[in-house]
């Protein structure tokens, strides 16, 4: 079972990503396909379910898209001209296939499948609450939350079900449901998890990036906007949009790390920010070195950025090897320092001799950012300088981000020079919040009404953290282990 990097460990990982296909003749297959385009997204789980118009027909899985979902006895079972799928990362619970989506309920309005990119923040309390008069759950997961809403709510029809559950629970969500009636997409009111449309002859299909249209040859036509259900019916598609509009606030790491660099993100090209975002680096913090070097392969559009705007030539210093996984060691705490040079080995030739500086996308534990430093200075560079395109990362995220506790967090515990200490680095400068913004075309972040959600950053939470205010309080009774989407 190929699954994540065991040594990549020390990176913000973003928790999942959907894809939904309506009225195609090969629904799972290109499902399938697109999930595959986005398995950077989730690289723990995967499952895909698919609807024949009388069943509806699951297959999840452990384990890598590849492996699981390319054989044709497996995509021979999701039969249907309709389908939805999701990849997966585990986070603080167990990982386990019940905890796998999309997820699946027998409703009085018939059969109901859901995939869920983001996280309830408030899904431990309706939990306890639905828990309480009677409801019983399967998994730990927070999206079952969702689905209990929806089979209690009082409402008639499902989609008034949905608003209705929808309107109980706070955070992130971009949703898919699979229903007998159709296929509904949806946003949060912040937009803060990403959801586009796109159209491939009369097949309508919906993803978390734009690169999984690409992949199977569909036009990119929009975005699902915040606060927003898409509701497709055979050929009908219908706009609802139920909730009361607020500024929107998509998450701002989207765009220095969790999207591919060949995605659109709200219309703007990832590659494109990332490389002015180097560009940002260089004019806030430059440094007088031989070769700008990335860390692969997080930093590289940045890193071209930097060197474009610095005019220093940019250089391969560190080669990835993209052939480490869980099939291969299993190390135990002996060797496990090794593993950084299992995914990356210096470029010694080049280096040796040099003044270099490392452009990566974050430092969250720092431990990576420490091997490689060390890396540099045994493959011989006479100065190791280290430039992050983000600003310090000090916060938590509640929104589908699987990000260490804040005290796991290196610059929560430390300011610049004693995180420069402890890599061991030269030198070591982050960029600020308004160069991220300026990379994004804002003049500058505002601060009364912030254009991204950029909590881990800046610690301000564009919703309340009801789960995370009672725990620490000690008055939430957790119910089982918290699983994020």
């Given at each position: 079972?190929?699954?994540?990097?065991?040594?990549?460990?020390?990176?913000?990982?973003?928790?999942?990503?959907?894809?939904?296909?309506?009225?195609?003749?090969?629904?799972?297959?290109?499902?399938?396909?697109?999930?595959?385009?986005?398995?950077?997204?989730?690289?723990?789980?995967?499952?895909?379910?698919?609807?024949?118009?009388?069943?509806f027909h699951t297959h999840r899985a452990m384990g890598h898209v590849a492996g699981n979902f390319d054989r044709e006895e497996i995509?021979?079972?999701?039969?249907?001209?309709?389908?939805?799928?999701?990849?997966?990362?585990?986070?603080?619970?167990?990982?386990?296939?019940?905890?796998?989506?999309?997820?699946?309920?027998?409703?009085?309005?018939?059969?109901?499948?859901?995939?869920?990119?983001?996280?309830?923040?408030?899904?431990?309390?309706?939990?306890?609450?639905?828990?309480?008069?009677?409801?019983?759950?399967?998994?730990?997961?927070?999206?079952?939350?969702?689905?209990?809403?929806?089979?209690?709510?009082?409402?008639?029809?499902?989609?008034?079900?949905?608003?209705?559950?929808?309107?109980?629970?706070?955070?992130?969500?971009s949703l898919l449901c699979l229903t007998t009636e159709g296929m509904i997409a949806c946003r949060d009111p912040l937009g803060i998890?990403?959801?586009?449309?796109?159209?491939?002859?009369?097949?309508?299909?919906?993803?978390?990036?734009?690169?999984?249209?690409?992949?199977?040859?569909?036009?990119?036509?929009?975005?699902?906007?915040?606060?927003?259900?898409?509701?497709?019916?055979?050929?009908?598609?219908?706009?609802?949009?139920?909730?009361?509009?607020?500024?929107?606030?998509?998450?701002?790491?989207?765009?220095?790390?969790?999207?591919?660099?060949?995605?659109?993100?709200?219309?703007?090209?990832?590659?494109?920010?990332?490389?002015?975002?180097?560009?940002?680096?260089?004019?806030?913090?430059?440094?007088?070195?031989?070769?700008?070097?990335?860390?692969?392969?997080?930093?590289?559009?940045?890193?071209?950025?930097?060197?474009?705007?610095?005019?220093?030539?940019?250089?391969?210093?560190?080669?990835?090897?993209?052939?480490?996984?869980?099939?291969?060691?299993?190390?135990?705490?002996?060797?496990?320092?090794?593993?950084?040079?299992?995914?990356?080995?210096?470029?010694?030739?080049?280096?040796?001799?040099?003044?270099?500086?490392?452009?990566?996308?974050?430092?969250?534990?720092?431990?990576?950012?420490?091997?490689?430093?060390?890396?540099?200075?045994?493959?011989?560079?006479?100065?190791?300088?280290?430039?992050?395109?983000?600003?310090?990362?000090?916060?938590?995220?509640?929104?589908?981000?699987?990000?260490?506790?804040?005290?796991?967090?290196?610059?929560?515990?430390?300011?610049?020079?004693?995180?420069?200490?402890?890599?061991?680095?030269?030198?070591?400068?982050?960029?600020?919040?308004?160069?991220?913004?300026?990379?994004?075309?804002?003049?500058?972040?505002?601060?009364?009404?912030?254009?991204?959600?950029?909590?881990?950053?800046?610690?301000?939470?564009?919703?309340?953290?009801?789960?995370?205010?009672?725990?620490?309080?000690?008055?939430?009774?957790?119910?089982?282990?918290?699983?994020?989407?």
């Open positions: 079972m190929l699954t994540t990097d065991p040594f990549d460990d020390d990176k913000l990982r973003e928790e999942c990503g959907i894809f939904g296909v309506y009225n195609t003749e090969d629904a799972s297959a290109m499902v399938a396909l697109g999930l595959h385009a986005l398995q950077h997204r989730g690289q723990e789980a995967a499952g895909i379910t698919s609807f024949d118009d009388h069943d995509i021979g079972g999701l039969v249907g001209r309709c389908a939805i799928g999701h990849v997966r990362y585990s986070t603080t619970g167990e990982t386990s296939l019940r905890n796998v989506q999309p997820l699946y309920a027998d409703l009085a309005t018939g059969g109901f499948a859901i995939a869920h990119n983001g996280n309830i923040s408030n899904a431990m309390t309706v939990r306890r609450d639905l828990v309480r008069r009677g409801s019983i759950f399967q998994s730990t997961s927070d999206t079952e939350v969702i689905i209990h809403l929806v089979a209690t709510s009082g409402y008639r029809t499902l989609l008034d079900r949905l608003i209705d559950a929808l309107k109980r629970v706070e955070g992130a969500y998890r990403p959801l586009v449309m796109g159209k491939l002859g009369e097949t309508i299909i919906f993803a978390s990036e734009t690169v999984a249209l690409d992949i199977v040859g569909a036009e990119y036509i929009r975005s699902v906007e915040p606060g927003e259900l898409v509701v497709v019916r055979g050929t009908e598609i219908q706009s609802h949009k139920p909730f009361i509009p607020i500024s929107q606030r998509p998450c701002i790491f989207e765009h220095v790390y969790f999207s591919r660099p060949d995605s659109i993100v709200e219309g703007i090209s990832v590659y494109s920010v990332r490389k002015a975002i180097g560009a940002e680096l260089a004019r806030e913090n430059g440094v007088d070195v031989d070769y700008v070097i990335p860390v692969p392969d997080s930093g590289t559009p940045a890193a071209i950025g930097y060197a474009e705007a610095a005019k220093i030539p940019f250089e391969l210093g560190i080669i990835r090897s993209h052939y480490v996984g869980r099939t291969f060691i299993q190390p135990g705490d002996g060797v496990r320092h090794l593993g950084v040079k299992l995914k990356h080995n210096a470029n010694r030739n080049l280096v040796a001799g040099k003044r270099i500086v490392l452009i990566d996308d974050s430092i969250v534990r720092g431990t990576t950012s420490l091997k490689i430093v060390q890396m540099m200075r045994e493959a011989g560079a006479a100065e190791v300088h280290m430039r992050i395109a983000s600003p310090p990362t000090m916060n938590s995220c509640f929104y589908g981000v699987d990000t260490p506790e804040r005290s796991k967090l290196l610059a929560s515990r430390m300011d610049v020079e004693e995180m420069r200490q402890f890599i061991q680095a030269d030198s070591l400068a982050f960029l600020s919040i308004d160069g991220l913004y300026r990379a994004l075309g804002e003049d500058s972040r505002h601060a009364g009404k912030p254009q991204y959600c950029d909590a881990c950053f800046t610690g301000d939470y564009p919703t309340t953290l009801t789960d995370h205010e009672e725990h620490e309080a000690g008055d939430l009774i957790m119910l089982g282990e918290r699983k994020l989407a």
